[in-house]
């Protein structure tokens, strides 16, 4: 017996158009996707009031991941808090739904640096 084909699985980089963003199972904010590269899905995020509670992550991780020397480098204690920042990061629960495809997404990965988010899914 033939087993029908299965739905081909967009991935990151074909996803367009508005997603809800949650974070630990709570709802955060909007995005706008709008594609992206080979791995990585890119949109504008709108946060919303539940947003708060995770912006000091986020905005810690970008001071750091901009936080060179004179030389073009980060220092020492500057990897170490990246390293951390991006523990605490990875340790989130993302995921992001798509409602006009009724599709929810687990995200491997995820950024955001003012209204930009980019992720990367499992």
Same mark, same amino acid.
């Given at each position: 017996? &033939?087993?029908?084909?299965?739905?081909?699985?967009?991935?990151?980089?074909? $996803?367009?158009?508005?997603? &809800?963003? *949650?974070?630990?199972?709570? %709802?955060?904010?909007? +995005?706008?996707?709008?594609?992206?590269?080979?791995? @990585?899905?890119?949109?504008? *995020?709108?946060?919303?009031?539940? *947003?708060?509670?995770?912006?000091?992550?986020?905005?810690? @991780?970008?001071?750091?991941?901009?936080? =060179?020397? =004179?030389?073009? $480098?980060?220092? $020492?204690?500057?990897?170490?808090?990246?390293? $951390?920042? %991006?523990?605490?990061?990875?340790?989130?629960?993302?995921?992001?739904?798509?409602?006009?495809?009724? %599709?929810?997404?687990? +995200?491997?990965?995820?950024? &955001? %640096?003012?209204?930009?988010?980019? @992720?990367?899914?499992?």
């Amino acid at each position: 017996m &033939i087993k029908p084909a299965e739905p081909a699985r967009r991935v990151a980089h074909h $996803r367009k158009g508005r997603a &809800i963003l *949650f974070l630990n199972g709570q %709802e955060v904010g909007t +995005v706008q996707a709008h594609g992206g590269d080979t791995t @990585w899905g890119f949109g504008e *995020f709108v946060p919303n009031e539940n *947003f708060s509670a995770y912006a000091p992550y986020f905005g810690m @991780w970008s001071l750091l991941m901009h936080a =060179e020397d =004179e030389f073009n $480098r980060l220092t $020492r204690d500057a990897k170490k808090e990246l390293a $951390r920042a %991006e523990e605490m990061l990875d340790t989130m629960k993302v995921g992001l739904y798509f409602p006009n495809d009724n %599709e929810h997404v687990r +995200v491997a990965q995820i950024t &955001i %640096e003012g209204d930009r988010l980019e @992720w990367k899914e499992y």
